[in-house]
Structures are given as C-alpha cells and as structure tokens.
C-alpha cells in the first residue's frame, strides 16, 4: 500500500477535466515522451529542480549553498546546470526572489482527501467531482486507487485521465472505482505513435478494447498538432472508432497548445519538444467541420 504520491499540482474549480466543478489531482511520472506535451514537469517519475529565468537578479545566492555545481557564473550571469542537481532542496530558501522551487511534493492520500472534500458542495451542485491526471495516474497506481476509492466513500464522482498505457489487470482491477475515462487518442499509425510518444499504441488500443467491453464509460481524447497528426488519414481513424464504439460518451479534440514549453524550459528540458504556434481557433473550426463531414457528430473542442 502506498500512502502517498508525488503530486505536480492539484487544481480546484477546474471546468477542463470532466463534467461540472472538478478538483484536478496530477500526478507526477508518465511512461509516454509526447512531443507536444502541456504537462513536461509531469513526465519523469521524481521531484526535479525548476528555474525560473524570467525571476532570477543574478545575486548568485544560490551558488554558495548548493552542495554540487548546478548553479554557475557565466559572463555574470547565473547559469544552471540540471543533470547535477542532487535535489537538495538548499537553493530554493535561499533564491530572495522565487526563481528556484521543487515540482512534485509527496503528499498522503489523507492531505488530497482533505482537500478534495472542501468543494463538495461545488462537486454535487455542479454535477462535477475529482480528476486523476498527471502524468500518467496509472503510474502511482495504489496512491491513484487509494484516492479513488476515497471518493467514491464519500459519493463523489471519479475521472481518470489516461494514457491507455498501463498493464491492462490494473485498469480492470481500478474500474468499478471509475465513474468516467478520459482515454487518449494521440495517433492512428502504428510508427508515428511510437515516433512522437516513445511507445507503440498496441497495449493501449487493447486496454481502450477492454475497459469499452466491460462497458466502462468512455470519452476519448485526441490532441491534434498541427504538421504532425492533423491528416486526413488520421481524422478519418476517429470517425472510425466512432462509428465502431456507439456507446463512447463523446470524442473530444484537443488542440495543440505551446503552453508546455515554458515548463519545459523552466526543468531544463526545452530541447525535447516541439516548438510550434499555438493553434488559432479558425483552424480547431476547421478541424471540427472536417469531423462533421466524415460523420462524426458527438464531437467538441477540448
Ligand atoms: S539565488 Fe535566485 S535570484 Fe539569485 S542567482 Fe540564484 S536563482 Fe537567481
Ligand atoms: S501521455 Fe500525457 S503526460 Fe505523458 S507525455 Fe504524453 S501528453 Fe505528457
């Protein structure tokens, strides 16, 4: 049993993750590499170091009490070297100005719990409730079921936001804790998929397979990047899954938002994500009508 988890953050009065007021848990560590991800901070499996340039006075504070070489002077300025950061945790009170913070707090099933339970009345007037992501929540799986099964104690609705990829018992053994999925849909063709998320779709097509067989209630979620998997190939693979799976809540389309690539940065990690436009709202029109043209008609923008 897990007790605890490592949390990115926790979003209450979230309207984005599920019906009605929401309370958003993400979890830290995924097994996917998505090159368009909006959550990079969420990706590896431990605590990391995050800096904040825009912050920083160069007052080098930070260099005189960390215990390795992260933090250096180059041409005056502060300059930062991530893979020799031991995690400390030494610079961060000592930054007089915030630039420096830890992403990912351990936190027990006990503090979420308590937090959640504050914006009840929100969660049953609003017909909303609590969102597990990250991440990947399958990742921390006994914290990921210990907090559900916590909700549904107190009669509160349950989402899951995942990836699809986790080893398919687990999903079985989490379901009846589950009132909703919202289930990834990221590429149709097999070597794309593997190319922009660093692994194949096989374990997650079958995991999406079962939990729709064992009549789970679905919403897939497709995020649409523009240059990569905005194709006609690949539209038309969503009509057909909603053609094949009447009984999918709905199909949701998310498009492409650059808002991960600060996060990025801010970890260090710039350099292994696309870096491309947020897509404007004329082109998400036009991928909905292409969808409506094809037949798909319980479809929304995400
Ligand atoms: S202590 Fe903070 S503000 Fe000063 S150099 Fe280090 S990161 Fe920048
Ligand atoms: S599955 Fe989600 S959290 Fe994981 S890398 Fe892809 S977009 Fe990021």
Redesign the pocket.
Known sequence: MNDSGIIVDIQRFSIHDGPGIRTTVFLKG?????K?????E??AYKPQLSFNQEKCLNCFACLSVCPTSTHYIKDNKHEINFSLCQLSGDCVPACPNEALSITGKINSVEQVIELILKDKDFYINSGGGVTIS???PMTQFQFTKQILKACKDNSIHTTLDT?G?APSEKYLEILPLVDLFLY?Y?ESDYDKHKEY??VYNDLIQKNFNMLYGASAKIILRC?IVPGINDTDRHFEAICDLYKEYPKLVGIEIMPYHNIGLDKARKIGAEEKFISIDTTDKEKSRKWISTLHELGCTNIRLG
Request: overall charge negative.
């Open positions: 995924c097994p996917l590499n998505c368009w991800c909006h959550n990079p969420a990706i990250g991440g990947e990836c990829h990834d990221k998320t660093g995020p």
